[in-house]
C-alpha cells in the first residue's frame, strides 16, 4: 500500500528536520572545537615539576586530539544533514516525476 500524500508530506519534512538538527550539531561541534584550539596553556601555567613530568606536553597532545576530534564530528555531522536534504530531495522529484507520469497516462 502506497503511503497517502499527508503521509508522504510528514516523511520528507521529517528527513528536512533531521538534517537540520545535524546542520545544528555540525555548528556545535565547530564552535567547540574553535574553542579547544584557542585553550594554550604553556609551560608557565603548570608547575615547574608538572611541566618537567611532561605534563604541558601531554596537555598539547590531548588539545591536538580534541580539535581533530571535533572537527572530524563537525564534518561527519554536514555530511549527514547533505545526505538527508539530498535524501528528501531526491523522493521529492521522484514522487513528483511519478505523479506526473500516472496523469499522462491517465
Not at 538534517?19 to 550539531?25: N, P
Given at each position: 500500500m502506497a503511503p497517502t500524500p499527508?503521509?508522504?508530506q510528514v516523511a520528507l519534512q521529517a528527513?528536512?528536520?533531521d538534517?537540520?538538527?545535524?546542520?545544528?550539531?555540525s555548528a556545535d561541534l565547530g564552535a567547540a572545537k574553535g574553542t579547544a584550539d584557542g585553550l594554550d596553556l604553556a609551560a608557565l601555567h603548570?608547575?615547574?615539576?608538572a611541566d618537567k613530568l611532561g605534563v604541558t606536553a601531554l596537555y598539547q597532545q590531548f588539545?591536538?586530539?580534541m580539535v581533530g576530534l571535533l572537527g572530524e564530528g563537525q564534518t561527519m555531522s554536514a555530511n549527514v544533514?547533505?545526505?538527508l536534504r539530498e535524501?528528501?530531495?531526491t523522493?521529492?522529484?521522484e514522487e513528483e516525476s511519478g505523479v506526473h507520469r500516472m496523469n499522462n497516462v491517465w
Open positions: 499527508d503521509q508522504y528527513l528536512r528536520n538534517a537540520d538538527k545535524w546542520e545544528q550539531c603548570f608547575s615547574y615539576v588539545q591536538t586530539k544533514a547533505t545526505a535524501s528528501a530531495q523522493y521529492q522529484q
